[in-house]
């Protein structure tokens, strides 16, 4: 089992900058790579950004690319995303989710199926 824990959330205006912590413990030794995901009132949950354990691959969604920044800090078990130039769109609760599968390819990181844990979300609100 790994437990995921995010925090890092708030309410931020148009441009500013948050960033999201996710700590992972239990077997975190079987992690292959974990991801960020998000999910707006009445949408599906979508894909934001993910990173393989090595950090040799990183893929990000199109709606966030040169905004958002992840990255992983393996002593701490701990991956970080860093989203710069806050957009009205981007708010909705942002989850952190583990995969214990190898990776096959880098695009498959955005599969919400590829991922066995799921943490339990934190709030990003951005105002106009």
């Known amino acids: 089992q790994v437990q995921l824990v995010e925090s890092g959330g708030g309410l931020v205006q148009a441009g500013a900058s948050l960033r999201l912590s996710c700590a992972a413990s239990?077997?975190?030794?079987?992690?292959?790579?974990m991801g960020w995901f998000r999910q707006a009132p009445g949408k599906e949950r979508e894909f934001v950004a993910a990173?393989?354990?090595?950090?040799?691959?990183?893929y990000y969604a199109d709606s966030v690319k040169g905004r958002f920044t992840i990255s992983r800090d393996n002593l701490k078990n701990t991956v970080y995303l860093q989203m710069n130039s806050l957009e009205p769109e981007d708010t909705a609760v942002y989850y952190c989710?583990?995969?214990?599968?190898?990776?096959?390819?880098?695009?498959?990181?955005?599969?919400?199926?590829?991922?066995?844990?799921w943490g339990q979300g934190t709030q990003v609100t951005v105002s106009s």
């Open positions: 239990g077997r975190t030794f079987a992690m292959y790579a």
């Open positions: 990173i393989s354990w090595s950090g040799y691959r990183i």
């Open positions: 989710a583990a995969a214990v599968r190898p990776i096959t390819t880098t695009q498959a990181m955005s599969a919400k199926d590829y991922y066995a844990y």
